[in-house]
Protein backbone atom coordinates (compact mmCIF):
# COMPACT_ATOMS: atom_id res chain seq x y z
CA UNK A 1 0.00 0.00 0.00
CA UNK A 2 1.06 3.36 -0.91
CA UNK A 3 1.70 5.61 2.28
CA UNK A 4 -0.40 8.43 2.10
CA UNK A 5 2.38 11.81 1.60
CA UNK A 6 1.66 15.39 3.51
CA UNK A 7 0.26 17.49 0.59
CA UNK A 8 -2.20 14.32 -0.18
CA UNK A 9 -3.44 13.86 3.26
CA UNK A 10 -4.26 17.37 3.87
CA UNK A 11 -6.34 18.01 0.67
CA UNK A 12 -8.11 15.18 1.45
CA UNK A 13 -8.64 16.04 4.97
CA UNK A 14 -9.90 19.36 3.91
CA UNK A 15 -12.66 17.89 1.39
CA UNK A 16 -13.61 15.65 4.26
CA UNK A 17 -14.14 18.78 6.34
CA UNK A 18 -15.95 20.69 3.53
CA UNK A 19 -17.95 18.25 2.38
CA UNK A 20 -19.82 17.69 6.01
CA UNK A 21 -19.54 21.12 6.13
CA UNK A 22 -22.50 21.70 3.17
CA UNK A 23 -23.52 18.56 3.78
CA UNK A 24 -25.20 19.59 7.13
CA UNK A 25 -25.23 23.04 6.89
CA UNK A 26 -22.82 23.28 9.50
CA UNK A 27 -21.91 27.44 9.16
CA UNK A 28 -25.25 29.18 9.83
CA UNK A 29 -26.51 31.52 7.26
CA UNK A 30 -24.24 30.78 4.66
CA UNK A 31 -25.45 28.49 1.53
CA UNK A 32 -21.72 27.00 0.70
CA UNK A 33 -22.97 25.23 -2.48
CA UNK A 34 -24.01 28.57 -3.97
CA UNK A 35 -20.54 30.43 -2.51
CA UNK A 36 -17.87 27.33 -3.65
CA UNK A 37 -20.12 25.41 -7.07
CA UNK A 38 -18.76 27.13 -9.70
CA UNK A 39 -21.89 28.39 -11.49
CA UNK A 40 -22.06 29.39 -15.48
CA UNK A 41 -20.25 33.29 -15.48
CA UNK A 42 -23.97 35.06 -16.48
CA UNK A 43 -25.31 33.46 -13.43
CA UNK A 44 -26.10 35.77 -10.68
CA UNK A 45 -24.18 33.26 -8.11
CA UNK A 46 -21.12 33.18 -9.71
CA UNK A 47 -18.26 34.55 -8.26
CA UNK A 48 -14.17 34.39 -9.86
CA UNK A 49 -12.81 31.96 -6.71
CA UNK A 50 -15.30 29.42 -7.52
CA UNK A 51 -12.39 28.29 -10.05
CA UNK A 52 -10.72 27.28 -7.23
CA UNK A 53 -13.44 26.16 -4.37
CA UNK A 54 -15.90 24.28 -6.64
CA UNK A 55 -12.81 21.41 -5.92
CA UNK A 56 -13.34 21.41 -2.62
CA UNK A 57 -17.10 20.35 -3.26
CA UNK A 58 -18.37 17.12 -3.93
CA UNK A 59 -21.81 16.09 -4.79
CA UNK A 60 -22.31 12.79 -2.00
CA UNK A 61 -20.08 10.65 -0.21
CA UNK A 62 -19.82 7.94 -2.48
CA UNK A 63 -18.45 10.64 -5.38
CA UNK A 64 -15.81 12.06 -2.27
CA UNK A 65 -14.57 8.82 -1.57
CA UNK A 66 -13.75 8.03 -5.35
CA UNK A 67 -11.94 11.33 -5.80
CA UNK A 68 -10.19 10.96 -2.46
CA UNK A 69 -8.72 7.41 -3.38
CA UNK A 70 -7.89 8.59 -6.85
CA UNK A 71 -6.04 11.18 -5.14
CA UNK A 72 -4.27 9.11 -2.64
CA UNK A 73 -3.35 6.29 -4.57
CA UNK A 74 -2.51 8.01 -7.84
CA UNK A 75 -0.94 11.47 -6.28
CA UNK A 76 1.30 9.75 -3.49
CA UNK A 77 3.37 8.49 -6.15
CA UNK A 78 4.10 12.01 -7.80
CA UNK A 79 4.33 14.05 -4.99
CA UNK A 80 7.02 11.99 -3.56
CA UNK A 81 9.16 12.41 -7.04
CA UNK A 82 7.95 16.28 -7.79
CA UNK A 83 7.92 17.64 -3.89
CA UNK A 84 5.37 19.34 -2.60
CA UNK A 85 5.05 22.73 -4.50
CA UNK A 86 5.05 21.92 -8.18
CA UNK A 87 2.65 18.72 -6.96
CA UNK A 88 0.48 21.32 -5.78
CA UNK A 89 1.17 23.72 -8.68
CA UNK A 90 0.26 20.77 -11.16
CA UNK A 91 -3.19 19.75 -8.76
CA UNK A 92 -4.53 23.10 -9.00
CA UNK A 93 -3.35 24.38 -12.53
CA UNK A 94 -5.31 21.06 -13.74
CA UNK A 95 -8.53 21.96 -11.33
CA UNK A 96 -8.67 25.55 -12.32
CA UNK A 97 -8.17 24.70 -16.16
CA UNK A 98 -10.96 22.09 -15.86
CA UNK A 99 -13.32 24.43 -14.92
CA UNK A 100 -12.57 26.99 -17.46
CA UNK A 101 -12.63 24.45 -20.15
CA UNK A 102 -15.76 23.15 -18.49
CA UNK A 103 -17.13 26.83 -17.98
CA UNK A 104 -15.89 27.70 -22.20
CA UNK A 105 -18.12 24.22 -23.19
CA UNK A 106 -21.20 25.38 -20.85
CA UNK A 107 -20.99 28.96 -22.92
CA UNK A 108 -21.12 27.22 -26.48
CA UNK A 109 -24.07 25.55 -24.94
CA UNK A 110 -25.46 28.03 -24.13
CA UNK A 111 -25.04 30.61 -26.69
CA UNK A 112 -26.60 27.69 -29.24
CA UNK A 113 -29.66 28.16 -27.29
CA UNK A 114 -30.09 32.24 -27.35
CA UNK A 115 -29.44 32.45 -30.80
CA UNK A 116 -32.01 30.25 -31.43
CA UNK A 117 -34.39 32.52 -29.20
CA UNK A 118 -33.08 35.35 -30.62
CA UNK A 119 -34.07 34.18 -34.06
CA UNK A 120 -37.74 33.99 -32.56
CA UNK A 121 -38.03 37.46 -31.62
CA UNK A 122 -36.87 36.83 -28.10
CA UNK A 123 -33.81 38.91 -27.93
CA UNK A 124 -30.31 38.03 -25.10
CA UNK A 125 -30.82 40.73 -22.47
CA UNK A 126 -35.00 39.58 -22.45
CA UNK A 127 -33.67 35.34 -22.05
CA UNK A 128 -30.76 36.73 -19.73
CA UNK A 129 -33.53 38.71 -17.43
CA UNK A 130 -35.70 35.86 -16.90
CA UNK A 131 -32.80 33.43 -16.22
CA UNK A 132 -31.36 35.79 -13.92
CA UNK A 133 -34.66 35.27 -11.94
CA UNK A 134 -34.19 31.55 -11.76
CA UNK A 135 -37.11 30.95 -14.07
CA UNK A 136 -37.36 30.32 -18.18
CA UNK A 137 -40.10 30.93 -20.08
CA UNK A 138 -42.08 27.28 -21.12
CA UNK A 139 -42.85 28.86 -24.81
CA UNK A 140 -38.67 27.77 -25.40
CA UNK A 141 -39.27 24.44 -24.89
CA UNK A 142 -41.22 24.57 -28.68
CA UNK A 143 -38.64 26.72 -30.17
CA UNK A 144 -35.43 25.11 -28.99
CA UNK A 145 -34.78 21.40 -29.96
CA UNK A 146 -34.94 18.99 -26.79
CA UNK A 147 -31.26 18.74 -26.21
CA UNK A 148 -30.48 22.05 -27.14
CA UNK A 149 -32.59 23.51 -25.00
CA UNK A 150 -31.22 20.73 -21.93
CA UNK A 151 -27.88 21.74 -22.54
CA UNK A 152 -28.87 25.53 -22.16
CA UNK A 153 -30.72 24.97 -19.32
CA UNK A 154 -27.98 22.56 -17.98
CA UNK A 155 -25.42 25.14 -18.51
CA UNK A 156 -26.84 28.13 -16.90
CA UNK A 157 -28.19 26.25 -13.50
CA UNK A 158 -26.34 23.45 -12.76
CA UNK A 159 -23.38 24.41 -10.63
CA UNK A 160 -20.42 22.09 -10.57
CA UNK A 161 -18.50 19.88 -7.94
CA UNK A 162 -15.67 18.08 -7.38
CA UNK A 163 -11.77 17.54 -7.52
CA UNK A 164 -12.66 15.09 -10.80
CA UNK A 165 -11.08 17.81 -13.27
CA UNK A 166 -8.11 18.01 -11.10
CA UNK A 167 -7.68 14.21 -10.30
CA UNK A 168 -8.01 13.19 -14.40
CA UNK A 169 -4.35 15.42 -14.54
CA UNK A 170 -3.24 13.22 -12.33
CA UNK A 171 -3.98 10.16 -14.17
CA UNK A 172 -2.54 11.33 -16.80
CA UNK A 173 0.52 12.20 -15.42
CA UNK A 174 0.67 8.93 -13.65
CA UNK A 175 0.03 7.17 -16.81
CA UNK A 176 2.86 8.87 -18.44
CA UNK A 177 4.94 8.36 -15.33
CA UNK A 178 4.59 4.82 -14.97
CA UNK A 179 3.31 3.80 -18.30
CA UNK A 180 3.47 -0.21 -17.39
CA UNK A 181 1.62 0.41 -14.06
CA UNK A 182 -1.40 -2.00 -14.01
CA UNK A 183 -4.48 -0.67 -13.36
CA UNK A 184 -8.23 -2.30 -13.35
CA UNK A 185 -11.67 -1.03 -13.69
CA UNK A 186 -14.32 -2.17 -11.24
CA UNK A 187 -16.35 -3.31 -14.19
CA UNK A 188 -13.65 -4.91 -16.20
CA UNK A 189 -11.63 -7.11 -13.65
CA UNK A 190 -8.87 -7.38 -15.72
CA UNK A 191 -5.26 -5.32 -15.43
CA UNK A 192 -4.80 -3.26 -17.98
CA UNK A 193 -1.47 -1.02 -18.24
CA UNK A 194 -1.86 2.59 -17.47
CA UNK A 195 -0.80 3.66 -20.78
CA UNK A 196 -3.64 1.92 -22.22
CA UNK A 197 -6.04 2.48 -18.94
CA UNK A 198 -6.12 5.94 -18.74
CA UNK A 199 -7.01 7.05 -22.10
CA UNK A 200 -9.50 4.60 -22.59
CA UNK A 201 -10.94 6.08 -19.33
CA UNK A 202 -10.88 9.54 -21.15
CA UNK A 203 -12.33 8.49 -24.56
CA UNK A 204 -14.89 7.39 -22.20
CA UNK A 205 -15.92 10.58 -21.28
CA UNK A 206 -15.20 12.35 -24.60
CA UNK A 207 -17.76 10.01 -25.88
CA UNK A 208 -20.58 10.70 -22.92
CA UNK A 209 -19.55 14.25 -23.21
CA UNK A 210 -20.33 14.74 -26.94
CA UNK A 211 -23.49 11.83 -27.04
CA UNK A 212 -24.91 13.05 -23.82
CA UNK A 213 -24.89 9.28 -23.20
CA UNK A 214 -23.18 8.98 -20.06
CA UNK A 215 -21.93 5.06 -19.02
CA UNK A 216 -21.37 5.98 -15.46
CA UNK A 217 -24.37 7.74 -14.21
CA UNK A 218 -26.34 11.27 -14.80
CA UNK A 219 -25.00 14.43 -13.33
CA UNK A 220 -21.18 14.13 -14.24
CA UNK A 221 -19.33 16.74 -15.82
CA UNK A 222 -17.68 15.01 -18.50
CA UNK A 223 -15.69 18.11 -20.34
CA UNK A 224 -14.53 18.84 -16.65
CA UNK A 225 -12.96 15.65 -16.61
CA UNK A 226 -11.45 15.49 -20.07
CA UNK A 227 -10.01 19.42 -19.74
CA UNK A 228 -8.07 18.19 -16.34
CA UNK A 229 -6.87 15.26 -18.08
CA UNK A 230 -5.93 17.71 -21.48
CA UNK A 231 -4.22 20.62 -19.15
CA UNK A 232 -2.39 17.40 -17.09
CA UNK A 233 -0.94 16.36 -20.77
CA UNK A 234 -0.05 19.23 -21.91
CA UNK A 235 1.95 20.37 -18.66
CA UNK A 236 3.37 16.88 -18.15
CA UNK A 237 4.16 17.38 -21.88
CA UNK A 238 5.81 20.74 -21.40
CA UNK A 239 7.71 19.51 -18.50
CA UNK A 240 8.84 16.14 -20.40
CA UNK A 241 10.21 18.35 -23.28
CA UNK A 242 12.18 20.84 -20.85
CA UNK A 243 12.87 18.73 -17.77
CA UNK A 244 13.49 15.45 -18.87
CA UNK A 245 17.16 13.69 -19.33
CA UNK A 246 18.55 10.54 -19.08
CA UNK A 247 18.57 10.13 -15.39
CA UNK A 248 14.51 10.40 -15.05
CA UNK A 249 12.36 13.20 -14.05
CA UNK A 250 13.37 16.07 -12.49
CA UNK A 251 11.73 17.95 -9.26
Known amino acids: MERITQIIKHLIIINVIVFFIAEYN ?16 ENPNFKWWQYVTYMFMHGGLMHLFFNMY ?9 EKIWGQQKFLFFYFSCGVGSALIHSGVNYYYFQEGLQTLADNGFTPEMVKSVLAEGKYNTAWEHIIPKSTFNDMMSSY ?13 ILVAFGMMFPDAKLMMIFIPYPIKAKYFIPILVGIDLFSGVTGFSIFGGNIAHFAHVGGALIGFLMMWYWKKNSFDANG ?3
Do not use: D, M, Q
Not at 26 to 41: D, G, Q, R, S, V
Not at 70 to 78: C, K, M, N, V
Not at 157 to 169: L, M, Q
Open 249 to 251: WKR
Open 26 to 41: LIPNINLTENAAIYFF
Open 70 to 78: ALWAFGSPL
Open 157 to 169: FTPAVGASGAIYG
